[in-house]
């Protein structure tokens, strides 16, 4: 267990220095919206924060995967749920996403739909270079 937690602190180590990358590209991005940019320093500093936190969080998640007593099953539902939690809680917190049920709820689609796919092409992805190696054993 303390090898997992290790190794959770270390991804996430390494994955914060990009939040203030991501709040530049957030903020850029609500620039070419016309979106008004202009803010203050509580509102950056609360932003790149909660990005560094996040990004912390979501890269050390991926420890989840070298638990094998976990299965595949359960393993992608606690990672997918706990990214789920963590950018829900940043978008929220930084007022990216209106605090009202549709907006919630097209988040929660595009959440899903998003890492469904992604998780798809990783599972087939990896899939066809196991058997690739296999037959080439």
């Known amino acids: ?26 903020m850029f991005i609500l620039y070419l919206c016309n979106v008004d940019t202009t803010v203050d320093g509580v509102t950056i500093f609360k ?11 979501i890269a050390g998640s991926s420890v989840v995967w070298q638990i094998d007593r976990l299965g595949l ?7 997918g749920s706990l990214l789920y ?7 929220l917190l930084n007022n990216w996403i ?9 988040f929660t689609a595009i959440y899903i739909v998003t890492y469904t796919l992604i998780w798809l092409i990783v599972y087939l992805t990896e899939k066809h270079k196991a058997k690739k190696l296999n037959q080439s054993l």
Request: hydrophobic share 55%; with cysteine.
């Open 85 to 91: 939690v963590c950018y829900l809680t940043v978008y």
């Open 47 to 57: 932003s790149i924060i909660s990005l560094s936190i996040m990004a912390f969080i």
């Open 1 to 26: 267990m303390k090898k997992y937690i290790k190794d959770f602190v270390i991804r996430g180590l390494m994955a914060m220095g990009g939040g203030p990358l991501v709040y530049g590209i957030v």
């Open 73 to 79: 099953g359960f393993a992608s539902l606690i990672h």
């Open 98 to 106: 209106k605090k009202e049920i549709i907006p919630f709820i097209v």
